[in-house]
């Protein structure tokens, strides 16, 4: 298979310092005629040692925590950065989507930035005005397209932006997080876009932080891990990996107290999944019985504690929450150790990733003992065949509750006899 | 890898050779038609090392004259867009300074003006260092004032100071309307000698041009260069014959100072064409064009070799 994008052993390292003044670079000669030990900069090592290869027509998912390395990662392979070390090799035009407002200049109007990126992206002017039409209405700004783009609000900055990216005839399309900020119907147009794209055998690479997005669009996945190339491969495996860093990351954090309130009364200590025999696991089944487990240690008398647990996938607000506010069954007192269990008899979700949400409340419901925060991930797992590749590419920006339904037909009564 | 091209655009491709200190060599070829499934394009390939002026750059450099022109205009149309006098302004600027300088200098101080009006002969001289002044200060700006472009997009880099040079030109023909009728009222005719104008005008923007890919590039990695601009732009003011004239210089050195300094040159033709009605001097002209060129490919280089660490300092 030919190769779209390769990277080579490729670093990237940064300054520290974000500006460089002249009496800096005057100090380190100084220190160097008096041979002292110049003053160090501390180096960021964005990226440090890369290598992969992503074939031409393969939808590709950049995955890893903030500061990974990811939106490096595209800098170099547009060449807007270049690296520290080794070789980065590219074929065809790119379209980059990186950050919202990418190309446009706020002071020009909607219609001038599409005929300039146009032609940063190497399209005559021809080209542009044949695509023009398709741009706008992608995008479906209307009247402000004569505006300039300093008065558009950011949704419409960021459907202009990518209606441009994905519509001026990319070889290899990188989107970066963006589509996380349009409302649920931009992000539903986009991901048709994007696999429309990848159909016509165009290149995809997507980075984001929405998993379930990963896992429907994407084929392959590679996780990065601190600058480094963690895992590559396919893209369920690898989001897998990643959820099993994340959890071993939170517990790690809950180990170190930092999630709780300075001076609160209670800790929660770690946070578990379960299945119904009480085994810990990452990855559980639709159609069993499912445990969140919380560890606390109360260091004092704590009066009717309202715990509420709740379910999202990443998306803004939970789905789902079990809040003993609602039922009313907060235990009369706590003190010292222990656990609390919610468990749910089935979890009927699509196959994705899902975030646990925890919170502790005071008895009357007042005050945050433990801050809405949240506590553990896993994904749910269901036989994929039996969804259809097909509904799980599309389903990104839908709801992920699966409720038992049926379908019946009935042919309408015919006009004639 | 075929070496079938398809697709218009942009399809370069660069052969790197990974030695101690990579190089880019060259070869790079626009792709020929259209079908995007059609044929194997040919890799860009980027190694590490400092970057460097090279064929494939340069060729790259003329698929993207669109942009050029696209950043040219785009900035024309910025800076008219919330300004209520619009192009006034670039009347307004030469004016008000040559009247200003006729009035302390002229009248009194006495500067000689070659037998000529003082007004006429400052006008002819701040026309000329007033583009040259906002077309280095400008483009020594450009890539600072750009700096989200440079972290978003690919682009070459260079670019950007040439097409804010070449938005200057858009001020400079108010300008030269201004000088032309002003010659006018003092009775001075138009002469075949303003043939010579475009060649003076590329003087200035070469040299503006050398001069805005050094400090542009600079004041991406010391942005003190912010601060000392608008005070080298004023000594460069007063180390071109602008408020005197070049006869004021000692006539062994007149012709050395002219080629150094390509504004004095630029000013001195202008000069001579407007106010003279006469052509300008040979010798100093084709001198300093030939210098200003050197100081452009020089500033080229320097800014290429730096042009990679932009988008991480901008």
């Not at chain 1, 220190?31 to 990226?47: F, G, K, S, W």
Request: glycine residues 10%; proline residues 5%; positive net charge.
């Amino acid at each position: 298979m030919t190769t779209a994008i390769a990277f080579e052993d490729v670093s990237k390292h940064y300054r520290g310092a974000e500006y460089r003044m002249f009496r800096d670079d005057l100090s380190t000669a100084a220190a160097h005629l008096l041979r002292r030990a110049p003053p160090t900069h501390d180096v960021v090592r964005a990226l440090d040692g890369v290598s992969f290869e992503i074939p031409e027509g393969q939808s590709s998912a950049l995955i890893g925590l903030n500061g990974a390395g990811k939106t490096t990662a595209l800098k170099l392979a547009t060449r807007i950065a270049y690296p520290t070390e080794g070789r980065i090799r590219v074929r065809g035009r790119v379209g980059a989507l990186i950050e919202v407002g990418t190309g446009m200049h706020p002071e020009l109007t909607g219609r001038e930035n599409v005929q300039l990126y146009g032609r940063i992206l190497g399209l005559s002017r021809r080209d542009i005005n044949e695509r023009f039409d398709r741009i706008v209405e992608f995008a479906d700004i209307g009247e402000a397209l004569d505006r300039p783009v300093k008065q558009f609000s950011s949704g419409m900055q960021l459907r202009l932006g990518f209606a441009l990216a994905s519509h001026l005839e990319p070889d290899i399309l990188l989107v970066d997080e963006a589509i996380a900020v349009g409302d649920a119907g931009f992000q539903f147009r986009c991901v048709a876009r994007m696999s429309e794209l990848v159909r016509e055998g165009r290149t995809l690479i997507l980075v984001s932080h929405n998993l379930s997005a990963i896992e429907t669009l994407c084929q392959n996945a590679i996780l990065l891990r601190a600058g480094r190339v963690a895992a590559d491969g396919n893209a369920r495996d690898v989001v897998r990996q990643y959820l099993q860093a994340v959890q071993v990351d939170l517990a790690a954090a809950q180990g170190r107290e930092s999630t709780v309130r300075q001076g609160s009364p209670l800790e929660l200590t770690k946070v578990t999944i379960l299945d119904r025999h009480g085994n810990e696991l990452d990855a559980v089944k639709p159609d069993e019985p499912t445990t969140v487990r919380a560890h606390y240690r109360a260091h004092e008398r704590i009066e009717r504690p309202i715990f509420s647990v709740g379910l999202n996938d990443g998306q803004i607000g939970c789905f789902t929450v079990a809040s003993m506010l609602v039922d009313g069954q907060a235990p009369a007192v706590i003190e010292g150790e222990g656990h609390v269990d919610c468990t749910w008899p089935s979890l009927p979700l699509f196959p994705r990733s899902y975030w646990v949400w925890l919170s502790v409340r005071g008895a009357s419901g007042f005050g945050d003992i433990v801050d809405w925060q949240q506590v553990a991930v896993f994904s749910v797992v269901d036989d994929l065949e039996a969804t259809g590749r097909g509904a799980a590419t599309h389903s990104m920006a839908d709801a992920p509750v699966k409720l038992p339904y049926t379908w019946r037909f009935s042919a309408a009564p015919s006009q004639g006899r | 890898m075929g070496r079938r091209y398809a697709r218009r655009g942009l399809g370069l491709l660069f052969e790197v050779q990974t030695a101690d200190r990579p190089m880019m060599s060259i070869s790079m070829r626009r792709r020929a038609e259209t079908h995007p499934a059609a044929g194997v394009k040919p890799f860009v390939e980027v190694a590490a090392g400092p970057g460097g002026i090279s064929i494939a750059g340069l060729q790259e450099f003329w698929v993207f004259r669109e942009v050029l022109w696209g950043f040219a205009v785009r900035q024309v149309k910025i800076r008219y867009k919330q300004a209520v006098i619009g192009i006034g302004w670039a009347i307004l600027q030469p004016v008000v300074s040559a009247a200003l300088f006729t009035v302390v200098l002229g009248r009194l101080a006495s500067v000689a003006s070659e037998g000529k009006p003082y007004l006429l002969f400052a006008l002819a001289g701040l026309v000329a260092w007033t583009f040259f002044s906002n077309a280095a200060g400008s483009a020594s700006e450009s890539l600072v004032s750009n700096q989200s472009l440079l972290r978003k997009v690919y682009f070459p880099r260079e670019v950007l100071p040439l097409a804010t040079v070449g938005a200057a030109l858009v001020d400079l023909v108010p300008g030269l309307v201004v000088l032309a009728v002003a010659a006018g009222l003092y009775g001075i005719a138009p002469s075949v000698a303003w043939l010579a104008i475009p060649l003076l005008i590329l003087v200035l923007v070469v040299f503006a041009s050398g001069f805005g890919f050094c400090l542009s590039a600079i004041n991406v990695y010391y942005r003190d260069v912010r601060y000392a601009l608008p005070f080298l732009l004023q000594l460069g003011l007063f180390a071109s014959p602008v408020v005197y004239s070049l006869q004021a210089v000692p006539g062994r050195w007149r012709e050395l100072y002219g080629i150094l300094n390509p504004a004095a040159a630029a000013i001195d033709g202008f000069r001579r064409v407007f106010v003279h009605r006469d052509w300008p001097d040979v010798s100093i002209t084709l001198g300093a064009l030939g210098w200003a060129s050197m100081l452009f490919v020089l500033g080229l280089v320097f800014f290429k070799r730096l042009e990679r660490g932009f988008a991480d300092r901008a």
